[in-house]
C-alpha cells in the first residue's frame, strides 16, 4: 500500500470514531481544534487537511526518537503507529506510535492484545526549547484517552526540542482523568456525531476557521432569517461600540504617552523600565508600483484569498 493510500485509509478509519487527538477539544484544553471543527470533521462537511511539511518531518522522525528512547530508558518499542479500538466500544480509538517494552524479546512475541507491552509511547516534536510547566494538557488528554482506549496504565512522551534536545516524559494513568474525558466524549459521540446537530458554536479561532470552511462562499440573492437571534445582533451591535470606543481611548492614552517620551528610549515608573520607545523599520513592496513596472512577476507572485465579511447593513434613509 502506498503511503498516500494508507493515509488515506487512516483517515477514514480515523473518521468513524474520536481518536486521541479529538479529546482534548471536547473538554476545552486545544489551542488548535474545538468541539465544532471536530463534529464537522466527523460529519463529513471538512475534508481532512493535507499532510504539512511539520507533520511529514514528526512522522519520519518517528523512529529516530524511538531508538533515543530507548538509548535513555533501556526500554524497546515496537508495533508502530498500531490503529487501536476499544475492546468493548467501536468508537473510541487511537493511533499509537508504538508500545513500549521491557525486552526486544518481549517486543517481537505474539501479542496481539499487548499483554506484554509495559506502556505506550508517543513521539512528538516541538519547536521550544522546553516545557516549564510540564506535560501540554492537550497532551496529557491524548495519553489518558489512548490508556483507556488500549487498557494500558502507563504512557511515556519522548519529544525532540529545539536545539536537538531530547527528554522523555512518563504519565500514569489516572482513572479520574479518564471518567472524565470518557463522560465528555461519550456524549458528544451520541448526541452531535451520530445525531448530525452540532455542538454549541464557540468563541475559538477553530471554530471561526470551520465555520469559514464548511461555509467558504456566499449564493447571491439567499437570505436567512435572524429573528431567533435578535439578541445576539444587539449585543453584537452593543459590543462593536464599546470596542470602539476602547480603541478611541487606547490611541490618546498612547498618544499622551508618546509624548511625555519625546525621543527617549526608555520610559520608567519609580526608577523600573515600564516601556521602551524604540525606532523599528519595516519594509513594504508597493504592489501598485510592480504591477506598473513588472506585470509579468505581479502575475507570478500575486495570491488571491477568498474570506467572508460579515458587516452591518445600514437601515435606508426614508425619502422626504
Known sequence: MTDLARDETWHEW?????????????????????????????????????????????HAMEGV????????????VAGEQSWCEHPELSWP???????VYASPADSNAVDPFNRLALGGFEAKTDGRFGWPDGIPPAYQCQAQWSMWVTGLQRWWVGVMFAGFRFEVFEIARDD???????????????????????????????????LATVYPDHVPGVTVGLDGIVEQLVRRSELKGLLKGAEVELDRIENEIR??????????????????????????????????????????????????????????????
Not at 282 to 308: F, G, M, S
Request: with cysteine; aromatic share 6%.
Open 93 to 99: 480509538r487511537c493511533t499509537v506510535d508504538g508500545f
Open 65 to 76: 526518537l524511538a531508538q533515543l528512547f530507548t538509548e535513555r530508558t533501556g526500554l524497546h
Open 176 to 210: 479520574l482523568d479518564v471518567a472524565l474525558l470518557v463522560k465528555a466524549a461519550t456524549a458528544f459521540w451520541h448526541d452531535h456525531v451520530v445525531t448530525g446537530v452540532p455542538p454549541a458554536i464557540d468563541a475559538s479561532d477553530a471554530t471561526r476557521d470551520a
Open 259 to 320: 509624548a511625555v517620551l519625546g525621543d527617549a528610549e526608555v520610559g520608567t515608573v519609580a526608577g523600573v523600565p515600564a516601556l521602551t520607545y524604540r525606532t523599528a523599520e519595516r519594509r513594504d513592496i508597493k504592489a501598485a508600483a510592480v504591477r506598473e513596472a513588472a506585470p509579468w512577476l505581479a502575475a507570478q507572485l500575486e495570491t488571491i484569498t477568498r474570506y467572508r465579511v460579515l458587516r452591518t447593513v445600514a437601515p435606508k434613509k426614508e425619502k422626504p
Open 14 to 58: 480515523r473518521s468513524g470514531g474520536l481518536g486521541a487527538s479529538d479529546v482534548a477539544p471536547l473538554v476545552g484544553l486545544s489551542s488548535w481544534s474545538s468541539p465544532y471543527s471536530v463534529w464537522a470533521a466527523k460529519v463529513g462537511l471538512i475534508a481532512p487537511s493535507p499532510t504539512s511539511d511539520r507533520q511529514a518531518i514528526g
